[in-house]
């Protein structure tokens, strides 16, 4: 016959004030993403600029859509 042994969990540790600053720094590197993030109108308008070069042709539009917001990225 077997014999089980629970396992009993570790107690919770104490939170200290390097995990307060991480938490901000995750929230200062998150909010600074947002503001260098392109916006989805200058996204829209690079995207229609790449469908006039290629004369309006039809059926590349994500394609479009993604290199104008790489484009922008790269660029801020």
């Not at 503001?35 to 308008?45: G, H, T």
């Not at 600029?49 to 104008?68: H, I, K, P, S, V």
Request: hydrophobic share 40%; charged share 30%; proline share 4%.
């Amino acid at each position: 016959m077997a014999v089980t042994v629970k396992k009993t969990k570790a107690p919770a540790k104490p939170k200290t004030a390097a995990t307060k600053t991480t938490a901000t720094k995750k929230n200062t590197i998150h909010e600074v993403a947002k503001i260098a993030a392109p916006s989805r109108e200058a996204i829209e308008q690079l995207a229609r600029t790449y469908w006039a070069e290629r004369g309006w042709q039809d059926g590349f539009a994500e394609q479009d859509w993604l290199r104008a917001e790489q484009t922008l990225s790269q660029a801020s």
